[in-house]
């Protein structure tokens, strides 16, 4: 792809600004409130909440959402949720029936990079032969190796991969082509379905088996019962179970403004974006660390919570590495888990219990005394 | 998810192996439907205490490759990839299939004893 110009990344920005317009699922509408007659200000008079409707599958631990219209509103207002077939946004019926999405632009830049590096590596051989012929012939060294040069010369070769795409229209297929099913579905994590139903009042949830429509109490336990092995709702709950403990760094940093997505890529639990993924990379990387306030429960739990435990200095460098490479900062964030000694175990029957919680942050940023003296 | 295409070639196996049921079928999912396999086909590990997946990754290829699906929650020691490796005489390399509970699968490439990194 040659270089965008200036107005053509412009207008790509403003297409963004109005395709990502709404940051979350529901909109104000407004009405002007005329005073004497005369459209003073808009005032915000009510929510437009959206209807979506997900299915709850206990095995993924994760919601469903079948219906596109109901995915591409998610993922355009506050980035929830993933396609099951793709990298982010569902594309995946996009891609089968042949239009440009995100994954093939990626890869077609991937590409280019790699022509780009063997021309590189290929240059620096003949500069450095070149070099070497000319000292055993006692001539003077010719120019320094100009990487500028080889890549003006890669940007005016034609790109092999040009020749080899199929043209649009294909003189012996068919005129009519059988309409693809679509069969990609936008999977929400147990976390962003419960924030979007109890704090946005913007998803309903329905049971797998009957499709009955789930009470925010009923998706609650189901929440915590998908993480016991097999799925049991009559179990008591606790404080330290997985969806919990996850939960409750999800909704601080949902409620801060941030937009959560996983960081299964970057050796971490979340990542931080400022506004969504389409517009910059995260900048944050976070690991959720559980604290125990007391050590019973943790001898009690049929869960194996990660990271429970202090971590070895080889593990830290080797995540605080994967991190600065792709240039994120990595945030410890530990999630104290209350004693069920101390707190009632009916407050597990709501998310009133959140308040037991506490969250604490530690950034860690690798410091080099001999490179760092500002 | 029972209605859906992915489901119906691994159900047997999902039956099987309840707690593995939903990285299983992420992966069975992946392989199928996003890196489109040709020849994929489950293999039933005993060692591994699961279904494995094995396909070509085009049609012109020749390499029969492995994927191993698993959870972001286990933990799996050496001496399960030691068994998973004896079982599957003749393999060396598998990909381990990771999955998260966002979809997202992570691939990881192991190989049997070290590998000269390439040039």
Request: charged share 25%.
């Amino acid at each position: 792809m040659a270089e965008q110009t200036k107005a053509g990344k412009k207008n790509d920005r403003a297409e963004r600004n109005r395709i990502y317009a709404h940051a979350l699922p529901a909109i104000p509408s407004s009405s002007t409130k005329p005073w004497l007659g005369i459209p003073l200000w808009r005032t915000p008079s009510s929510l437009e909440r959206p209807r979506v409707v997900g299915v709850f599958d206990s095995a993924t631990r994760s919601v469903w959402i079948i219906h596109s219209e109901h995915a591409n509103l998610l993922w355009r207002r506050g980035f929830f949720g993933k396609g099951s077939l793709s990298r982010s946004e569902p594309t995946w019926l996009a891609r089968q029936t042949g239009s440009r999405t995100a994954e093939e632009i990626t890869a077609k830049r991937r590409e280019e990079r790699k022509t780009f590096k063997t021309e590189r590596a290929r240059a620096i051989v003949a500069a450095q032969e070149e070099a070497e012929a000319a000292f055993a012939a006692g001539k003077p060294l010719p120019a320094p190796f100009a990487p500028e040069a080889v890549r003006q010369a890669i940007r005016s070769t034609p790109e092999p991969g040009d020749a080899s795409t199929p043209p649009p229209v294909l003189a012996a297929e068919p005129p009519e082509i059988e309409p693809v099913e679509d069969l990609e579905y936008l999977q929400l994590t147990l976390q962003e379905a419960f924030f979007l139903a109890w704090s946005l009042d913007s998803l309903r949830v329905l049971d797998a088996v009957t499709h009955n429509p789930l009470s925010l109490p009923a998706l609650w336990r189901a929440s915590h019962a998908a993480h016991y092995m097999p799925p049991a709702p009559q179990l008591d709950l606790r404080f330290d179970n997985p969806f919990l403990v996850n939960y409750v760094a999800y909704h601080h940093y949902r409620s801060l403004g941030w937009v959560v997505k996983s960081g299964i890529k970057f050796c971490a639990d979340l990542l931080l974006y400022k506004r969504g993924p389409v517009f910059a990379h995260a900048e944050f990387a976070v690991i959720v660390c559980p604290v125990y306030e007391d050590d019973t429960d943790r001898a009690t739990s049929p869960f194996q919570l990660s990271n429970v435990d202090p971590f070895s200095w080889s593990w830290l460098s080797t995540v605080g590495r994967v991190n600065s490479q792709v240039q994120k900062t990595l945030i410890l964030t530990y999630v104290t888990i209350p004693s069920s000694r101390r707190v009632n175990l009916a407050a597990l029957d709501s998310p009133g219990c959140l308040a037991e919680f506490s969250v604490r942050e530690v950034v860690l940023r690798r410091w080099v005394p001999a490179r760092m003296r500002d | 998810m029972e209605a859906h295409p992915a489901y119906k070639p691994i159900a047997g196996y999902m039956k099987r192996y309840p707690m593995l049921a939903g990285s299983m079928f992420q992966v069975h999912n992946d392989l199928m439907l996003a890196q489109q396999w040709e020849g994929l086909e489950a293999v039933e590990l005993a060692a591994a205490g699961r279904v494995v997946f094995r396909g070509r990754r085009t049609k012109t290829d020749d390499k029969v490759q492995y994927v191993v699906p698993c959870s972001l929650a286990e933990s799996l020691s050496l001496a399960w990839f030691g068994a998973v490796f004896r079982e599957l005489d003749g393999v060396q390399e598998v990909h381990l299939g990771i999955t998260s509970e966002d979809s997202s699968v992570v691939y990881y490439k192991l190989s049997r004893g070290i590998v000269k990194p390439p040039l």
